[in-house]
Protein backbone atom coordinates (compact mmCIF):
# COMPACT_ATOMS: atom_id res chain seq x y z
CA UNK A 1 0.00 0.00 0.00
CA UNK A 2 1.11 3.37 -0.85
CA UNK A 3 1.88 5.49 2.04
CA UNK A 4 1.04 9.37 1.89
CA UNK A 5 3.63 12.04 3.15
CA UNK A 6 1.62 14.38 4.40
CA UNK A 7 2.84 18.07 4.45
CA UNK A 8 0.85 20.55 7.09
CA UNK A 9 -0.17 23.28 5.39
CA UNK A 10 -2.51 26.08 6.61
CA UNK A 11 -5.22 25.93 4.54
CA UNK A 12 -5.80 29.42 3.65
CA UNK A 13 -2.65 29.41 1.72
CA UNK A 14 -3.60 26.27 -0.47
CA UNK A 15 -5.03 28.85 -2.76
CA UNK A 16 -2.07 31.54 -2.20
CA UNK A 17 -1.31 34.21 -4.96
CA UNK A 18 0.70 37.01 -5.45
CA UNK A 19 -1.78 40.14 -5.40
CA UNK A 20 -0.11 42.03 -8.19
CA UNK A 21 -2.04 42.01 -11.08
CA UNK A 22 -0.14 41.03 -14.30
CA UNK A 23 0.76 44.03 -16.91
CA UNK A 24 -1.68 45.00 -18.81
CA UNK A 25 0.68 44.52 -22.04
CA UNK A 26 0.42 41.06 -21.79
CA UNK A 27 -4.10 41.48 -21.88
CA UNK A 28 -3.84 43.67 -25.05
CA UNK A 29 -4.05 41.99 -28.91
CA UNK A 30 -0.73 40.57 -29.92
CA UNK A 31 -0.24 39.71 -33.19
CA UNK A 32 -0.23 35.46 -33.60
CA UNK A 33 2.64 33.57 -35.56
CA UNK A 34 2.04 30.69 -37.61
CA UNK A 35 4.21 27.79 -37.72
CA UNK A 36 6.49 29.25 -40.27
CA UNK A 37 6.89 32.48 -38.31
CA UNK A 38 8.74 31.29 -34.92
CA UNK A 39 11.26 33.39 -35.07
CA UNK A 40 14.54 31.87 -32.78
CA UNK A 41 16.16 33.55 -29.96
CA UNK A 42 13.04 35.88 -29.45
CA UNK A 43 10.34 36.31 -27.29
CA UNK A 44 6.73 35.48 -28.71
CA UNK A 45 4.21 36.46 -26.58
CA UNK A 46 1.45 34.59 -27.79
CA UNK A 47 1.15 31.48 -29.92
CA UNK A 48 -2.55 30.00 -30.59
CA UNK A 49 -2.75 26.04 -29.99
CA UNK A 50 -4.09 24.77 -33.81
CA UNK A 51 -7.17 22.65 -32.40
CA UNK A 52 -8.33 25.04 -29.80
CA UNK A 53 -7.96 28.94 -31.00
CA UNK A 54 -8.99 29.66 -26.67
CA UNK A 55 -5.50 28.63 -25.56
CA UNK A 56 -2.71 29.86 -26.32
CA UNK A 57 1.02 30.50 -24.85
CA UNK A 58 3.95 32.26 -24.66
CA UNK A 59 7.11 30.56 -26.64
CA UNK A 60 11.24 31.35 -26.52
CA UNK A 61 13.18 28.91 -28.79
CA UNK A 62 16.97 29.38 -28.26
CA UNK A 63 18.85 30.75 -31.09
CA UNK A 64 20.06 27.59 -32.19
CA UNK A 65 17.18 25.95 -31.81
CA UNK A 66 16.83 23.06 -34.92
CA UNK A 67 14.54 20.13 -35.59
CA UNK A 68 17.50 17.84 -36.18
CA UNK A 69 17.52 17.44 -32.33
CA UNK A 70 15.24 17.19 -29.88
CA UNK A 71 15.61 19.43 -27.03
CA UNK A 72 14.20 20.36 -22.94
CA UNK A 73 11.28 21.47 -22.53
CA UNK A 74 10.08 23.74 -19.59
CA UNK A 75 6.65 24.58 -19.34
CA UNK A 76 5.72 27.59 -16.81
CA UNK A 77 2.59 28.85 -15.27
CA UNK A 78 1.75 32.65 -13.82
CA UNK A 79 -1.03 32.56 -11.29
CA UNK A 80 -2.19 35.48 -13.20
CA UNK A 81 -1.72 33.73 -16.71
CA UNK A 82 1.16 35.99 -17.97
CA UNK A 83 2.79 33.14 -19.70
CA UNK A 84 5.72 35.59 -20.69
CA UNK A 85 6.65 36.52 -17.67
CA UNK A 86 8.14 33.41 -16.34
CA UNK A 87 9.58 32.86 -20.49
CA UNK A 88 11.25 36.00 -20.20
CA UNK A 89 12.73 35.36 -16.74
CA UNK A 90 14.01 32.05 -17.94
CA UNK A 91 15.33 33.09 -21.30
CA UNK A 92 18.82 33.56 -20.51
CA UNK A 93 18.93 30.34 -19.39
CA UNK A 94 17.24 28.87 -22.09
CA UNK A 95 19.46 30.15 -24.43
CA UNK A 96 22.70 29.13 -22.44
CA UNK A 97 21.51 25.34 -22.29
CA UNK A 98 19.01 24.80 -24.95
CA UNK A 99 16.04 24.90 -23.68
CA UNK A 100 11.95 25.38 -25.11
CA UNK A 101 10.38 27.63 -23.21
CA UNK A 102 6.63 27.49 -22.78
CA UNK A 103 4.21 29.83 -20.59
CA UNK A 104 0.73 29.17 -20.23
CA UNK A 105 -1.33 32.43 -21.14
CA UNK A 106 -4.83 30.56 -19.84
CA UNK A 107 -4.12 29.18 -16.58
CA UNK A 108 -4.93 31.43 -13.11
CA UNK A 109 -5.74 31.33 -9.96
CA UNK A 110 -9.60 30.14 -9.27
CA UNK A 111 -9.50 28.20 -12.33
CA UNK A 112 -11.14 24.58 -12.12
CA UNK A 113 -8.48 21.74 -11.83
CA UNK A 114 -10.40 20.00 -14.57
CA UNK A 115 -10.13 23.26 -16.84
CA UNK A 116 -6.09 23.88 -15.90
CA UNK A 117 -5.36 19.84 -16.47
CA UNK A 118 -7.05 20.30 -20.00
CA UNK A 119 -5.50 23.81 -20.83
CA UNK A 120 -1.97 22.05 -20.05
CA UNK A 121 -2.88 18.79 -22.26
CA UNK A 122 -3.93 21.17 -25.12
CA UNK A 123 -0.73 23.03 -24.88
CA UNK A 124 1.65 19.88 -24.53
CA UNK A 125 0.04 18.22 -27.70
CA UNK A 126 0.37 21.78 -29.02
CA UNK A 127 3.58 22.01 -28.72
CA UNK A 128 4.70 19.05 -29.24
CA UNK A 129 2.99 18.58 -32.72
CA UNK A 130 4.96 21.72 -33.24
CA UNK A 131 8.41 21.71 -31.64
CA UNK A 132 11.60 19.12 -31.44
CA UNK A 133 11.43 18.03 -27.56
CA UNK A 134 12.96 15.62 -25.84
CA UNK A 135 9.99 13.34 -24.08
CA UNK A 136 12.66 12.34 -21.15
CA UNK A 137 13.37 16.25 -20.32
CA UNK A 138 10.14 17.42 -19.20
CA UNK A 139 10.20 20.33 -17.24
CA UNK A 140 7.09 21.85 -15.01
CA UNK A 141 7.68 25.21 -13.24
CA UNK A 142 5.47 27.86 -11.44
CA UNK A 143 4.74 30.29 -9.47
CA UNK A 144 2.85 30.52 -5.93
CA UNK A 145 -1.13 28.79 -7.37
CA UNK A 146 0.91 28.35 -10.51
CA UNK A 147 3.63 26.29 -8.30
CA UNK A 148 0.64 24.13 -7.00
CA UNK A 149 -0.41 23.40 -10.64
CA UNK A 150 2.97 22.46 -11.80
CA UNK A 151 3.27 19.83 -8.61
CA UNK A 152 0.02 18.57 -9.17
CA UNK A 153 0.58 18.07 -13.01
CA UNK A 154 4.11 16.63 -12.15
CA UNK A 155 2.21 13.68 -9.63
CA UNK A 156 -0.86 13.31 -11.48
CA UNK A 157 1.00 12.53 -15.10
CA UNK A 158 3.82 10.18 -15.22
CA UNK A 159 6.43 11.73 -18.26
CA UNK A 160 7.24 14.87 -15.71
CA UNK A 161 11.16 14.63 -14.61
CA UNK A 162 11.24 17.90 -12.48
CA UNK A 163 9.27 20.74 -10.79
CA UNK A 164 10.44 23.79 -10.35
CA UNK A 165 7.73 25.10 -7.64
CA UNK A 166 8.58 28.92 -6.70
CA UNK A 167 7.39 30.33 -3.49
CA UNK A 168 4.01 27.49 -3.07
CA UNK A 169 4.54 23.53 -2.15
CA UNK A 170 2.52 20.98 -3.66
CA UNK A 171 -1.34 21.55 -5.21
CA UNK A 172 -1.92 17.78 -3.39
CA UNK A 173 -0.32 14.89 -1.21
CA UNK A 174 2.61 13.20 -2.87
CA UNK A 175 3.16 9.78 -2.92
CA UNK A 176 6.58 7.65 -1.82
CA UNK A 177 7.05 6.20 -5.32
CA UNK A 178 6.70 9.87 -7.27
CA UNK A 179 9.91 9.81 -9.06
CA UNK A 180 9.99 13.54 -10.10
CA UNK A 181 12.50 15.82 -8.75
CA UNK A 182 11.60 18.88 -7.10
CA UNK A 183 13.62 22.00 -6.86
CA UNK A 184 12.27 24.19 -4.44
CA UNK A 185 12.38 27.73 -4.20
CA UNK A 186 10.95 30.59 -1.75
CA UNK A 187 11.70 34.24 -0.15
CA UNK A 188 12.90 34.76 2.95
CA UNK A 189 9.91 36.52 3.43
CA UNK A 190 7.35 34.69 2.07
CA UNK A 191 4.22 33.87 4.04
CA UNK A 192 5.08 30.17 2.32
CA UNK A 193 8.24 29.61 3.78
CA UNK A 194 7.26 27.34 6.38
CA UNK A 195 5.40 25.06 4.03
CA UNK A 196 8.29 24.89 1.71
CA UNK A 197 11.02 24.32 4.59
CA UNK A 198 8.67 21.24 5.76
CA UNK A 199 7.98 19.95 2.19
CA UNK A 200 11.19 19.88 1.96
CA UNK A 201 12.19 17.62 4.90
CA UNK A 202 9.04 15.51 3.90
CA UNK A 203 10.56 14.73 0.52
CA UNK A 204 13.20 12.98 1.87
CA UNK A 205 11.12 9.84 2.13
CA UNK A 206 10.07 10.27 -2.04
CA UNK A 207 12.22 8.25 -4.91
CA UNK A 208 13.36 11.71 -6.62
CA UNK A 209 16.01 14.60 -5.78
CA UNK A 210 14.87 17.83 -3.88
CA UNK A 211 16.23 20.61 -2.77
CA UNK A 212 15.24 24.06 -1.85
CA UNK A 213 16.91 27.53 -2.45
CA UNK A 214 15.64 30.31 -0.21
CA UNK A 215 16.18 33.63 -1.61
CA UNK A 216 16.13 37.56 -0.07
CA UNK A 217 12.59 38.61 -0.81
CA UNK A 218 8.84 38.36 -0.36
CA UNK A 219 6.11 36.68 -2.34
CA UNK A 220 7.58 36.46 -6.34
CA UNK A 221 9.27 34.79 -9.02
CA UNK A 222 12.90 34.67 -8.17
CA UNK A 223 15.58 36.98 -9.25
CA UNK A 224 17.52 35.81 -11.95
CA UNK A 225 20.54 34.26 -9.75
CA UNK A 226 17.90 31.65 -8.55
CA UNK A 227 16.73 30.85 -11.51
CA UNK A 228 20.71 30.26 -12.79
CA UNK A 229 21.28 28.37 -9.74
CA UNK A 230 17.91 26.24 -10.61
CA UNK A 231 18.88 25.38 -14.43
CA UNK A 232 22.10 24.33 -13.41
CA UNK A 233 20.69 22.03 -10.98
CA UNK A 234 18.20 20.85 -14.14
CA UNK A 235 21.31 20.22 -16.11
CA UNK A 236 23.25 18.41 -13.45
CA UNK A 237 20.47 16.40 -12.84
CA UNK A 238 20.30 15.40 -16.65
CA UNK A 239 23.66 14.32 -16.59
CA UNK A 240 23.43 12.06 -12.89
CA UNK A 241 20.78 10.14 -14.80
CA UNK A 242 22.21 9.47 -18.35
CA UNK A 243 20.30 12.26 -20.57
CA UNK A 244 23.31 14.18 -21.55
CA UNK A 245 26.94 13.70 -21.75
CA UNK A 246 29.48 14.92 -18.62
CA UNK A 247 29.97 18.36 -19.52
CA UNK A 248 33.60 18.63 -17.95
CA UNK A 249 33.78 22.36 -18.39
CA UNK A 250 30.55 23.42 -16.56
CA UNK A 251 30.83 20.54 -13.51
CA UNK A 252 34.44 21.61 -13.13
CA UNK A 253 34.28 25.52 -13.70
CA UNK A 254 31.17 25.30 -11.33
CA UNK A 255 32.82 23.02 -8.51
CA UNK A 256 35.87 25.37 -9.00
CA UNK A 257 34.01 28.90 -8.16
CA UNK A 258 31.70 27.14 -5.28
CA UNK A 259 34.60 25.58 -3.32
CA UNK A 260 36.36 29.32 -3.09
CA UNK A 261 33.05 30.76 -2.42
CA UNK A 262 32.29 28.29 0.18
CA UNK A 263 36.09 29.30 1.74
CA UNK A 264 35.11 32.52 2.00
CA UNK A 265 31.68 32.26 3.85
CA UNK A 266 33.93 29.83 6.23
CA UNK A 267 36.47 31.69 6.92
CA UNK A 268 34.34 34.86 7.64
CA UNK A 269 33.05 32.56 10.48
CA UNK A 270 30.06 32.23 9.44
CA UNK A 271 29.23 28.82 10.43
CA UNK A 272 25.74 28.11 9.70
CA UNK A 273 25.50 29.82 6.01
CA UNK A 274 28.83 27.75 5.40
CA UNK A 275 26.47 24.68 6.74
CA UNK A 276 23.48 25.63 4.47
CA UNK A 277 26.24 25.94 1.62
CA UNK A 278 27.91 22.80 1.85
CA UNK A 279 25.07 21.07 1.72
CA UNK A 280 24.28 22.63 -1.63
CA UNK A 281 27.58 21.77 -3.13
CA UNK A 282 26.70 18.28 -2.02
CA UNK A 283 23.53 18.06 -3.73
CA UNK A 284 24.54 19.93 -6.59
CA UNK A 285 27.98 17.46 -7.15
CA UNK A 286 27.48 14.30 -5.54
CA UNK A 287 27.60 11.65 -8.41
CA UNK A 288 29.32 14.34 -10.72
CA UNK A 289 32.67 15.35 -8.41
CA UNK A 290 34.76 13.95 -5.40
CA UNK A 291 32.74 15.55 -2.59
CA UNK A 292 33.94 13.39 0.01
CA UNK A 293 35.67 16.64 1.69
CA UNK A 294 32.09 18.14 2.29
CA UNK A 295 30.59 15.24 3.51
CA UNK A 296 32.94 15.54 6.28
CA UNK A 297 32.97 19.15 6.88
CA UNK A 298 29.44 18.86 6.97
CA UNK A 299 29.31 16.38 9.60
CA UNK A 300 31.77 18.48 11.84
CA UNK A 301 29.66 21.79 11.25
CA UNK A 302 26.55 19.62 12.46
CA UNK A 303 28.24 19.53 15.89
CA UNK A 304 28.90 23.01 15.42
CA UNK A 305 27.42 25.16 18.69
CA UNK A 306 26.88 28.30 16.41
CA UNK A 307 24.80 25.81 14.13
CA UNK A 308 23.11 23.86 17.23
CA UNK A 309 21.86 27.21 18.60
CA UNK A 310 21.00 28.84 15.07
CA UNK A 311 18.65 25.25 13.75
CA UNK A 312 17.05 26.04 18.03
CA UNK A 313 16.44 29.40 17.23
CA UNK A 314 14.81 29.23 13.73
CA UNK A 315 12.90 26.52 15.08
CA UNK A 316 11.70 28.64 17.95
CA UNK A 317 10.81 31.32 15.18
CA UNK A 318 8.98 29.06 13.07
CA UNK A 319 6.59 28.09 16.30
CA UNK A 320 6.07 31.38 17.03
CA UNK A 321 5.34 32.46 13.21
CA UNK A 322 2.51 29.15 13.13
CA UNK A 323 0.87 30.51 16.65
CA UNK A 324 1.32 34.03 15.75
CA UNK A 325 -0.94 33.46 11.91
CA UNK A 326 -3.21 31.56 13.73
CA UNK A 327 -3.88 34.39 16.15
CA UNK A 328 -4.48 37.23 14.25
CA UNK A 329 -6.25 35.43 11.42
CA UNK A 330 -9.10 35.03 14.15
CA UNK A 331 -8.72 38.44 15.58
CA UNK A 332 -9.72 39.82 11.58
CA UNK A 333 -13.38 38.36 12.42
CA UNK A 334 -13.01 39.60 16.25
CA UNK A 335 -10.91 42.92 16.77
CA UNK A 336 -12.22 46.27 15.88
CA UNK A 337 -10.01 48.27 14.19
CA UNK A 338 -8.87 50.51 16.63
CA UNK A 339 -6.95 47.41 17.67
CA UNK A 340 -5.47 47.00 14.55
CA UNK A 341 -4.21 50.28 14.13
CA UNK A 342 -2.44 49.59 17.02
CA UNK A 343 -1.43 45.90 16.43
CA UNK A 344 0.19 46.67 12.83
CA UNK A 345 1.97 49.82 14.10
CA UNK A 346 3.63 47.26 17.20
CA UNK A 347 4.86 44.87 14.27
CA UNK A 348 6.14 47.30 12.21
CA UNK A 349 8.07 49.28 15.52
CA UNK A 350 9.76 45.26 15.96
CA UNK A 351 10.52 45.02 12.29
CA UNK A 352 12.50 48.34 12.56
CA UNK A 353 13.71 48.17 15.89
CA UNK A 354 14.60 43.94 16.19
CA UNK A 355 18.66 43.26 16.31
CA UNK A 356 17.38 39.36 15.40
CA UNK A 357 17.34 39.46 11.58
CA UNK A 358 15.41 36.14 11.84
CA UNK A 359 12.52 37.92 14.13
CA UNK A 360 12.47 40.36 11.84
CA UNK A 361 11.67 38.34 8.68
CA UNK A 362 9.39 36.42 10.48
CA UNK A 363 7.21 39.45 11.38
CA UNK A 364 7.73 40.59 7.49
CA UNK A 365 5.95 36.91 6.59
CA UNK A 366 3.69 37.91 8.63
CA UNK A 367 2.40 40.80 7.54
CA UNK A 368 2.34 39.23 3.94
CA UNK A 369 0.28 36.40 5.16
CA UNK A 370 -2.39 38.74 6.75
CA UNK A 371 -2.37 40.73 3.19
CA UNK A 372 -3.01 37.23 1.72
CA UNK A 373 -5.74 36.38 4.54
CA UNK A 374 -7.98 39.68 4.56
CA UNK A 375 -7.58 39.71 0.56
CA UNK A 376 -9.38 36.57 0.45
CA UNK A 377 -11.92 37.78 3.22
CA UNK A 378 -12.60 41.05 1.31
CA UNK A 379 -13.23 39.19 -1.29
CA UNK A 380 -15.61 36.41 0.04
CA UNK A 381 -17.71 40.14 1.65
CA UNK A 382 -17.92 41.63 -1.85
CA UNK A 383 -19.84 38.44 -2.86
CA UNK A 384 -21.68 38.04 -0.12
CA UNK A 385 -22.79 41.89 -0.94
CA UNK A 386 -21.63 42.12 3.05
CA UNK A 387 -20.46 45.80 2.41
CA UNK A 388 -19.90 46.43 6.06
CA UNK A 389 -17.44 43.75 6.50
CA UNK A 390 -16.19 44.17 3.43
CA UNK A 391 -15.04 47.45 4.41
CA UNK A 392 -13.37 46.84 7.22
CA UNK A 393 -11.49 43.84 5.77
CA UNK A 394 -10.13 46.32 3.44
CA UNK A 395 -9.27 48.69 6.33
CA UNK A 396 -6.79 46.17 7.57
CA UNK A 397 -6.20 45.11 4.18
CA UNK A 398 -4.81 48.85 3.78
CA UNK A 399 -2.59 48.84 7.69
CA UNK A 400 -0.77 45.21 6.88
CA UNK A 401 0.13 46.12 3.25
CA UNK A 402 -0.12 50.01 2.38
CA UNK A 403 1.27 49.67 -0.93
CA UNK A 404 -0.40 47.28 -2.21
CA UNK A 405 -2.82 48.63 -4.97
CA UNK A 406 -5.73 45.90 -4.79
CA UNK A 407 -7.02 47.56 -1.93
CA UNK A 408 -7.22 51.00 -2.99
CA UNK A 409 -8.75 49.38 -6.08
CA UNK A 410 -11.67 47.55 -3.71
CA UNK A 411 -11.71 51.07 -2.13
CA UNK A 412 -13.08 52.05 -5.53
CA UNK A 413 -15.91 49.69 -5.87
CA UNK A 414 -17.17 50.15 -2.27
CA UNK A 415 -17.48 53.60 -3.31
CA UNK A 416 -18.97 52.92 -6.38
CA UNK A 417 -21.64 50.49 -4.30
CA UNK A 418 -22.48 53.73 -1.85
CA UNK A 419 -22.98 55.80 -4.69
CA UNK A 420 -19.87 58.12 -4.30
CA UNK A 421 -18.28 58.00 -7.80
CA UNK A 422 -15.66 61.37 -6.93
CA UNK A 423 -14.08 59.33 -4.33
CA UNK A 424 -14.15 56.02 -6.39
CA UNK A 425 -12.48 57.83 -8.89
CA UNK A 426 -9.46 58.86 -6.15
CA UNK A 427 -9.41 55.84 -4.61
CA UNK A 428 -9.03 54.07 -8.69
CA UNK A 429 -5.91 56.78 -9.29
CA UNK A 430 -4.16 56.04 -6.14
CA UNK A 431 -4.63 52.37 -7.34
CA UNK A 432 -2.88 53.10 -10.80
CA UNK A 433 0.02 55.28 -8.90
CA UNK A 434 0.94 51.95 -6.92
CA UNK A 435 1.21 49.85 -9.97
CA UNK A 436 -2.52 48.52 -10.42
CA UNK A 437 -2.25 47.38 -14.07
CA UNK A 438 -5.02 44.91 -14.70
CA UNK A 439 -6.89 46.89 -18.20
CA UNK A 440 -9.15 43.92 -18.80
CA UNK A 441 -10.56 43.36 -14.86
CA UNK A 442 -11.60 47.10 -14.81
CA UNK A 443 -13.00 47.58 -18.13
CA UNK A 444 -15.27 44.43 -17.48
CA UNK A 445 -16.13 45.12 -14.37
CA UNK A 446 -19.85 46.40 -14.13
CA UNK A 447 -19.84 48.44 -10.81
CA UNK A 448 -16.99 51.04 -12.53
CA UNK A 449 -18.86 51.07 -15.47
CA UNK A 450 -20.81 54.75 -14.89
CA UNK A 451 -17.01 56.05 -14.01
CA UNK A 452 -16.51 55.56 -17.65
CA UNK A 453 -18.09 58.89 -18.77
CA UNK A 454 -15.86 61.19 -16.72
CA UNK A 455 -13.29 62.60 -18.17
CA UNK A 456 -10.94 61.82 -14.96
CA UNK A 457 -11.56 58.02 -15.67
CA UNK A 458 -10.04 58.44 -19.03
CA UNK A 459 -6.75 59.88 -17.32
CA UNK A 460 -6.60 57.29 -14.97
CA UNK A 461 -7.06 54.51 -17.57
CA UNK A 462 -4.05 55.91 -19.85
CA UNK A 463 -2.01 55.39 -16.26
CA UNK A 464 -2.98 51.93 -16.04
CA UNK A 465 -2.12 51.47 -19.51
CA UNK A 466 1.47 52.09 -18.65
CA UNK A 467 1.70 50.38 -15.63
Not at 13 to 21: E, H, P, Q, R, V
Not at 192 to 213: R, T, Y
Not at 325 to 332: C, D, H, N, V
Request: with cysteine; hydrophobic share 35%.
Amino acid sequence: MKKNISVVLISILIFTFSLNSCSSSNSKKVKSFSDSVFVKGKLIPRVICINDYTVNYALYLPSYYSEEKKWPVVYAFDPHACGLLPVELFKDEAEKYGYILIGSNNSKNGTAWNITSAIYDTIYNDTHNRFSIDNSRIYIAGFSGGSRVASTLAISKNNINSVVACGAGLGTQIQRDNKFNFFGVVGNEDMNLSEMVALDSALEFSEGKHFLEIFDGKHEWPPKSVVSDAFLWLEFNAIKEKLKPYNDTLVNNTFSRWEKIYTYIFNSGKYYNSYIFCKKIINYFNELNDVSSYKTSLLKLEKNNIVIETKLHLNKIKTKEVEQQSYYLKAIFTQPISWWVMQTSMINMKIKSTTDNEEKLMYKRILNYLSLATYMNVNSALKAENLEQAEKFNFIYSLVDPKNPEHFYVSAILMMKKGNQEKALEFLESAAKYGFADVKRLESDSVMSTLKQKEKYTEILKLIKNN
